[in-house]
Each structure stands twice: as C-alpha cells, then as structure tokens.
C-alpha cells in the first residue's frame, strides 16, 4: 500500500507545485500518512483543508477509504 500512496502523491505533487507550493512525506505507516507542506502551501492559512478535503479525500477516493492523512 506504501507504494501505492507514494505514487499518488507524487501525481498530487504536480498540482501543489503549480501553486507554488509542494509536500513532503514525513511518514507512512499503513493507513496513516503525515505529510508536511511546504513553499505556498507551507504558510497558506488553507493548508488543514487542502490536507483533508484535498489530500486526504484523494488517497481515499484511488486508494483506500481508511487512509487518514495528518499534518506535521
């Protein structure tokens, strides 16, 4: 699944980067995903949202419905 995740962020990486902005992966375990945004989306006051209703419902949506996403 690990795999699977990685590779939809990096597709995910490419709309962040357009704005400006960017992600990293701090950690994946199972089903559980920190991420930390960086550049424009580092400092949007956004940035909860893009992460749950953006990220979040995305890696739902392609991958797994129990995937929760979190914020370092």
């Known amino acids: ?3 699977k995740i990685r590779a939809r962020l990096e ?3 490419q709309y962040l ?7 990293e992966i701090v950690e994946i375990n199972g089903k559980n995903v920190k991420l ?8 949007c006051p956004h940035s909860t949202i893009t992460l749950k209703e953006g990220i979040e419902r ?6 797994d ?3 929760v996403v979190t914020k370092e």
Do not use: P, T
Request: hydrophobic fraction near 30%; aromatic fraction near 0%; include cysteine.
């Open 1 to 3: 699944m690990e795999e």
């Open 11 to 13: 597709e995910i990486r």
């Open 17 to 23: 980067q357009n704005d400006g902005g960017d992600l």
């Open 36 to 43: 930390k945004l960086v550049g424009a989306c580092g400092c």
């Open 58 to 63: 995305d890696l739902r949506e392609n991958i």
């Open 65 to 67: 419905s129990e995937i």
